[in-house]
């Protein structure tokens, strides 16, 4: 690896040990992926943030940093923790995990990162077009790339850490032109089209080309009538089920007519409607003790169509349990414009800073209906909890009880 | 194979032909891998797999492993990718990539490797 004189500096230790041990990771690890240099990046998004998902390794590794004096040296933000920091007892939360979560979250804090455990650390700030950044947390690196033109690879939680201490990650991968030309053209039929617009419809083509696709870049055709939500569930679920980082999707991705000219040959992958409900009946959404909406972090204008469904039912069903995750930031712009409240009449309990993914809290459930694609991936398997997708416009089939 | 972070490992081999999400895939505290058509421990084994997939969280589920004394004796990929590769390398445990994707296949039949990062070579029984 080539370095700078600044990180001949850092590799050498005259900016202290915290900084020395992040470059030679950042080094090892691109070196191993074929990087001859490392370059700048702006902001950083570390994943990996949950005691549940990291537990007591993940807790001292990220104490140990921070007790070696580490510092980030460019903007940082962190994915979901564990629990709500201020409302984790009325989550049930046990104490020693909440003072186990607590400890992860200052280390990051004393380290500089922003206080807000998000996975949408766009809406935190907005990547702008060919900028260079180093982010955990596959959904939010899909956004990145897919949606701002932004260039990330999928980082692995702990590089993420590292570079942002060095403010540098390697130069390989999607930081590369020639790896951001699509390489299997995804077609969808008619109604897959139309369906495009409801998050779920978006996130169960998403479940279903991460699986056809792998880890290669896929164009999507034809999809031109997602909108901001539905692109987010999409690319969060075809980096559950793949390893995508990128799609082109024409008409939307920055830049797309001309990763589109680069691409010599591609595969053809039809998708049809019936792919789209297979990945809705592979559980059954009967009695479900929870329904949720908010993986990715919902947005106010998710959280809108909740609560349309929820207005459009005679009566809510009250034996179901219905949770929103979401943002610190969101939250209080929901929260101005009267949004939590309206929901909380329905019995829709906000949770913030974490998700039903990353709670130990979620083992309770039996049964969940979500209209996240992603969490259908992660939820039986973080938490053995039976899952079920349904696209918006049939959550109402779900919520409402007898009589509509 | 190309070596992403050197060591040497000798004994049994676990052979898994789908991609591997090592959050919600691998128990770090039991080293217990479960995919759809798998169902066995990786600890102290040769791991043979396409590439991870999935979570960025991965990373921390491989240092776990080692945390915990579960961790496989070595990994062998189709494609290296920065979550694998980074749990390796803050993790220690040696990694190769390069691997043809038929000969996953053809190493179903063995039990047993010798797996030497220092050149390169997957010697299976």
Known sequence: MLLSREEEKMWNGEYG???????????????SLGATQLVKVSHVHASGISYKNVG???????????????????????????????????????QEFAQA????????????????????????????LGERLAWGESSAVGMAN????????????????MSAIVGRTYYAGLHLKENRVPRVRIVLDERVRRGLGDPGVAGALGYVVGEIVGDTV???????????DSIRAYVAAAGATGNIALTVIEGITPGWRELLKMSDSMERVQVEWSDITRVFE???????????????????????????????????????????????????????????ERLARFGVIVVRDTCPMVSPVTARFRRVVTVSAKSLFYLPRTNGVETSLVPFNMLGEVLCGEGG | MRVLVEGEARGELLVCSEPISPLGEIDPLTGELRTRSLKASISGRILVFPWGRGSTVGSYVLYALKHYG????????????????????????????????????????????????????????
Not at chain 1, 57 to 67: E, Q, T, Y
Not at chain 1, 146 to 161: D, I, K, M, V
Not at chain 2, 79 to 108: F, H, M, N, Q, W
């Open chain 1, 17 to 31: 040990p915290a900084v020395e041990k992040a470059i030679r990771v950042v080094v090892r690890v691109g070196e």
């Open chain 1, 56 to 94: 007591e390794p993940g807790r001292l590794f990220i104490k140990h940093l921070a007790s070696m004096g580490a510092r980030v040296s460019v903007f940082s933000t962190m994915n979901p923790a564990g629990m709500d920091l201020e409302c984790w007892t009325q989550m049930g939360v046990p």
């Open chain 1, 101 to 128: 979560q607590r400890e992860i979250v200052e280390s990051l804090v004393k380290m500089g990162f922003h206080h807000v455990p998000t996975c949408t650390p766009y809406l935190i700030r907005r990547p702008s």
């Open chain 1, 146 to 161: 897919t949606y701002y033109g932004a260039t990330t690879n999928r980082e692995g939680g702990p590089l993420a850490l």
């Open chain 1, 218 to 228: 896929p164009l999507l055709e034809g999809a031109r009538s997602m909108n901001f």
């Open chain 1, 282 to 340: 592979q559980a059954r959404a009967e009695s479900p003790d929870l329904v949720f909406v908010g993986c990715p972090h919902a947005t106010v204008s998710e959280m809108k169509m909740l609560l349309e469904v929820l207005e459009g039912c005679k009566r809510v069903r009250s034996d179901i349990e219905i949770w929103v995750s979401t943002s610190r930031n969101v939250y209080l712009e929901a929260k101005e414009i009267g949004l939590i």
């Open chain 2, 70 to 125: 579960r961790a496989p004796s070595a990994i062998v990929v189709v494609r290296a990718d920065p979550i694998i590769a980074t749990g390796c390398v803050i993790s220690d445990i040696p990694l190769a990539e390069g691997i043809e994707e038929r000969d996953i296949v053809e190493l179903k039949k063995y039990k047993h490797a010798f797996f030497n990062a220092r050149r390169g070579e997957l010697v299976a029984w």
